[in-house]
């Protein structure tokens, strides 16, 4: 059947359809589909009809159970939710379905519901199950207990006024730790918890008490700015661009720069420069030279300060608009954007926060009356050797901020129950503490070959993306489904587009940049620019891009390509920098030119983050880890 789903109008005015909304509520960003939680979190019968109406179109009637299938790890997740909810035994396992004819390939989510289906209201005759026969009940199950012997045992109180940080050295479901301390806390207190980005938000808003509020920092600040400015303020994401470009107008840059791709580059660098001023709480004129040495800006001129200034300035007084890093820059700077204040905050890693972002925690801590007494309490959870964004302003000593923070008591959590005991084994080269589950596999790691090897599911990775471009197009040449993440990555390749029109015209601009760059370093004195972490960014980026346009007809074309290989789905083969990988994890990771880990860097700083990335690596492999030397560029 087809149904279609018409919109109309009455006396020339269209009506909102009703029905069509509810449906766009159950799309992600992610082109995942979800349940809305107001149905999860209904009426018994509403949910019973719920789950009647998703078995009715989408459910299998075997003998004693239903069966659904979908490709949608977000549904499946809520229709366990759901089942659950009405007292049905509900288990999900992952499957891979083929098709050999097409040679297709795909993950796909098995759900198994049991239990006493006589109120359940399906409408298809076919799928009405006849009363259940068998008296046990499918919400009890039996165990063993099996002796470990003796072993330290981690716990904490909340019983005093500390804080509390909980250092672990992988992912050891250090999350799951935290949403159950919250479970332990009296209702009547306000607890607020704190996700490091968007999606371990909404992963935690169905795990978390309704009594708890789940924000990210960005999402926490922008609501202190509506609430002070209600409808007066805007969010407008080109805020930086807008005012950059009416300041440069009075900047002289047309003779100051020979081409206006290098005005265009000077600007950007500019925004650059200021929204990490921001993001660092960096306002002041003798500090500015600092955050561009630090970051590879090239703007230290006595005039670049004076006008990263006037444009911070600009930013700051602008209270008509906010963008994305004003979400969290003005609440930290201006006292009377607040926060209601909370008795707990459970922050998680916070290895990863800037200076704006511990700010907001600071802010958001009851205190005193009157003084910066502290009386809430902060739970937090981090692991220095994940560290791996200090590139995007967070900053690297944020870890030991949290420890020294008055009256902290620092706990360990050092066993990964996440990778298996051979991939602890290649991890304890860098990080020796760290240790694997006894009852752990013994997985492997070795080396292979990751284009005639990896299969749906498994993960490739590598410090930086041009080797990953073109064994996706080996791939591709192959028939075998694979992305690139980071749909970011593809927006800043095309930011590298910018005015030019014309293929030729692009590669001879940039390849005379990076000639141009390296002679500006060389005169520095720097020996090698391959060692300069702002050459070798700017590198990869425009080798990879190169690469691209070997690839296309046009410029539009270019930029098509660009959008559909950078994405942030996660199917088929997974193609990632580490950066981008972080937080996930697979049965089998690969790792492609294993040389460029740890990439070679100047300064102190950059030289621990690059260790770091290397464990970060190491640790996405839950059973086996697979490097891949063979593979080059040149491949």
């Known amino acids: 059947y087809t149904v279609s789903l018409t919109t109309p109008n009455y006396n020339g005015r269209k009506v909102k359809n009703i029905l069509r909304n509810e449906f766009k509520k159950c799309l992600t960003i992610n082109n995942d589909i979800l349940i809305p939680k107001n149905y999860l979190i209904n009426s018994k019968e509403n949910r019973l009809k719920l789950l009647s109406g998703i078995i009715d179109s989408d459910g299998h009637k075997h003998n004693k159970y239903y069966e659904i299938i979908t490709k949608y790890k977000s549904f499946a997740d809520d229709i366990l939710f759901l089942s659950r909810s009405l007292g049905f035994g509900a288990y999900v396992t992952k499957k891979t379905g083929t098709i050999k004819r097409l040679k297709f390939v795909g993950g796909y989510y098995r759900i198994i519901i049991s239990g006493s289906f006589e109120n359940l209201c399906c409408l298809l005759e076919r799928k009405k199950c006849e009363p259940r026969k068998q008296i046990k009940s499918v919400l009890r199950t039996g165990f063993k207990t099996k002796s470990i012997g003796s072993g330290n045992y981690y716990g904490f109180t909340l019983d005093g006024n500390g804080r509390f940080l909980l250092g672990d050295f992988t992912i050891t479901h250090n999350t799951t730790t935290i949403v159950e301390a919250v479970k332990l806390l009296p209702t009547d207190k306000s607890i607020m918890f704190l996700a490091f980005n968007k999606h371990i938000k909404e992963e935690l808003a169905t795990k978390l008490p309704e009594h708890v509020r789940c924000y990210t920092t960005y999402g926490l600040g922008m609501g202190a700015i509506k609430r002070k400015y209600k409808d007066s303020i805007k969010f407008d994401e080109f805020k930086a661009d807008?005012?950059?470009?009416?300041?440069?107008?009075?900047?002289?840059?047309?003779?100051?720069?020979?081409?206006?791709?290098?005005?265009?580059?000077?600007?950007?660098?500019?925004?650059?420069?200021?929204?990490?001023?921001r993001l660092t709480l960096t306002t002041k004129p003798e500090y500015i030279p600092y955050i561009s040495e630090r970051y590879d800006i090239p703007l230290s001129k006595p005039k670049d300060i004076k006008r990263a200034l006037k444009v911070l300035d600009a930013m700051t007084t602008d209270r008509k608009t906010f963008d994305y890093t004003d979400m969290i820059f003005l609440p930290a700077i201006d006292n009377s954007i607040w926060f209601f204040p909370q008795d707990y905050v459970f922050v998680d890693e916070v290895q990863d926060l800037n200076r704006c972002q511990i700010r907001i925690i600071e802010k958001v801590l009851k205190k005193v009356k009157g003084t910066n007494k502290f009386t809430g309490r902060l739970i937090s959870v981090g692991d220095f050797f994940q560290g791996i964004y200090g590139f995007n302003a967070a900053d690297e000593k944020s870890f030991q901020w949290f420890e020294k923070f008055p009256n902290t008591k620092v706990l360990p959590l050092s066993v990964s129950f996440r990778c298996s005991q051979a991939v602890i084994r290649k991890a304890q080269e860098i990080v020796p503490d760290i240790k694997a589950l006894p009852s752990a596999p013994e997985g492997c790691v070795r080396e292979g070959n990751a284009l005639e090897e990896a299969k749906s599911g498994d993960f490739i990775l590598c410090r930086t993306t041009m080797p990953l471009v073109k064994l996706f197009f080996e791939f591709l040449t192959q028939r075998k489904k694979a992305i690139i993440k980071g749909s970011d990555i593809g927006v800043h390749l095309i930011e590298l587009i910018g005015n030019i029109n014309n293929i030729e015209s692009l590669k001879s601009f940039w390849e005379n940049e990076l000639k141009s760059f390296r002679k500006d370093l060389k005169k520095e004195g720097v020996l090698n620019p391959n060692e300069h972490s702002g050459y070798s960014a700017l590198e990869d980026k425009v080798m990879t891009l190169l690469f691209l346009t070997r690839l296309a007809d046009s410029i539009l074309d270019l930029k098509y390509k660009i959008k559909s290989i950078f994405t942030d789905e996660i199917q088929g083969i997974?193609?990632?920098?580490?950066?981008?990988?972080?937080?996930?994890?697979?049965?089998?990771?690969?790792?492609?030119?294993?040389?460029?880990?740890?990439?070679?860097?100047?300064?102190?700083?950059?030289?621990?983050?690059?260790?770091?990335?290397?464990?970060?690596?190491?640790?996405?492999?839950?059973l086996d880890l697979i490097f891949d030397k063979e593979w080059t560029d040149e491949s």
């Open 574 to 622: 997974v193609l990632s920098t580490v950066h981008k990988i972080k937080g996930l994890e697979s049965d089998r990771v690969f790792i492609i030119r294993p040389d460029l880990l740890p990439m070679q860097t100047a300064k102190p700083w950059q030289h621990i983050q690059e260790k770091n990335l290397q464990y970060v690596a190491y640790t996405r492999a839950r």
């Open 242 to 277: 807008k005012i950059i470009q009416k300041k440069s107008k009075n900047w002289g840059l047309k003779d100051e720069l020979k081409t206006e791709e290098e005005v265009l580059i000077y600007l950007n660098n500019m925004k650059k420069l200021t929204n990490l001023c």
